[in-house]
């Protein structure tokens, strides 16, 4: 357990950006899969409107440094080869 008054806040910190950081990645990884079923399910209406909120979601992970840009523009440029192979 920490001592200090700082190490006390930074443990406060760190709790509450952990459940952020945590959340945010949550919500990234669920739309992929999301995507991922509509594209299987062969709903290409549907699959084109995940994907956009799937990019959504890559964008706000790495603006806020949940992952890191080049992740997301590899992750990005993958699911969309999944929509032109079907």
Do not use: E, G
């Not at 930074?10 to 919500?27: D, L, P």
């Not at 669920?30 to 990019?55: E, F, G, H, N, T």
């Amino acid at each position: 357990m920490p001592i200090t008054s700082s190490a006390k806040k930074a443990m406060r910190q760190t709790k509450t950006r952990n459940v952020k950081n945590v959340k945010q990645r949550n919500a990234y990884k669920a739309a992929i899969k999301s995507y991922k079923k509509l594209v299987i399910a062969q709903k290409p209406d549907d699959a084109q409107k995940q994907l956009s909120l799937a990019y959504k979601a890559l964008d706000k992970a790495a603006k806020t440094n949940v992952i890191s840009k080049n992740k997301a523009a590899r992750t990005k440029s993958r699911i969309s080869k999944l929509i032109a192979k079907k």
